[in-house]
C-alpha cells in the first residue's frame, strides 16, 4: 500500500485519486492546509512547490497536482493561470463567458486539459505523471456535470459534447485519469 499526504486539503479531490489510483494507494487529505505561492513556470513547477511544502510540514510522502486548460492560440491566458483568468469573476460560469468573449474572432481553437502528478516521497525521489485530453474550445458552455471550464471543453471524438456531458467517459479518460494510470504502471513495476 502506497499511502500519501495530498497536498491540498480539498476532500473531494483525495476522494477521486483514491478511485482513479485504485487499491494499491490511500490518498489522505492534508491535516491543515498550507498556503503555498504558485508562482513557477509551468505545471510541473507549480506541482513541486505544493509538494515540497507539504513534504517539509509533515515528514510524509505526497503527492501534489497541477492542471488546467490550454489554448495554444492564447498562450497568454489560461494554462498555469487557468485558475486566475478573469480574475473579477468568482463563478466559473463568468470565466467562461469571458473566455468565450476573449476568443470571438480566433479562428484555432484547439485547447487541451493537462494535469502534472507529482509524487514526492522524499528529496531525494520525486516523480511525475503527466495526462492530458486534447480537444477545442466551444462557442457556447453545455453539460451540468462537471466543473470549472468542463462546459467548455469538447474533447477529440465526442460528437461536439463537453466534458460537463460526458461524465462516465471523462472519469476514465480525464487527464487526471491518464496521469494516475501512468502512476500506477509505474509504482507497480
Partial sequence: M???????TNAGKAKELNELLGDKFEILSAPEKLEVIEDADSFAGNALLKAKEYYEKFKQPVVA????L??????EILGIYSARFAPEETEYSGKIQKLIEYMQNTEDRSAYFVCILCFYLNPEEIFFFEGRVNGEIGHKPQ???????????YPSGMDDKSFAELKDWKSKNSHRAKACREAITFFNS
Wanted: proline share 7%.
Fill in 2 to 8: 502506497h499511502k500519501f499526504i495530498l497536498g491540498s
Fill in 65 to 68: 497536482d497541477d492542471s488546467g
Fill in 70 to 75: 490550454v489554448v495554444p492560440a492564447h498562450s
Fill in 143 to 153: 453539460g451540468s456535470e462537471g466543473f470549472g471550464y468542463d462546459p467548455i471543453f
